[in-house]
Nanobody, 118 residues
Framework: QVQLVESGGGLVQAGGSLRLSCAAS????????MGWYRQAPMKQRELVAA???????NYADSVKGRFTISRDNAKNTVYLQMNSLKPEDTAVYYC????????????WGQGTQVTVSS
């Protein structure tokens, strides 16, 4: 059974930091672009950051310079370090594993709540 298990969410004051982790089964992690998405109330889910199998990251403009995505291939885990958090970062954050092509897949974690108080 495919699993993406997220951890690290919580409540933090504005300006604070949190680190999210997402552990994946090995069979999907090694071939997947790993991403973090978020969904705030009454808003669509949006891409926050993603990282390729080779370690190249990309970020939403709203988090550039504040968030860092990384992956540990030995641990089958992707991280999202979030610094200088703002109230508008409040959302449920979802881990995603995606592979294109004939053998492609697109898996989601259960989500973890991040709340930033002002």
């Amino acid at each position: 059974q495919v699993q993406l298990v997220e951890s690290g969410g919580g409540l933090v004051q504005a300006g604070g930091s949190l680190r999210l982790s997402c552990a994946a089964s090995r069979s999907i992690f090694s071939m997947a672009v790993m991403g973090w998405y978020r969904q705030a109330p009454m808003k669509q889910r949006e891409l926050v950051a993603a990282i390729t199998t080779g370690g190249s990251p990309n970020y939403a403009d709203s988090v550039k310079g504040r968030f860092t995505i990384s992956r540990d291939n030995a641990k089958n885990t992707v991280y999202l370090q979030m610094n200088s958090l703002k109230p508008e970062d409040t959302a449920v954050y979802y881990c995603n594993a995606k592979r294109e092509g004939f053998w492609g897949y697109n898996y989601w974690g259960q989500g973890t709540q991040v709340t930033v108080s002002s």
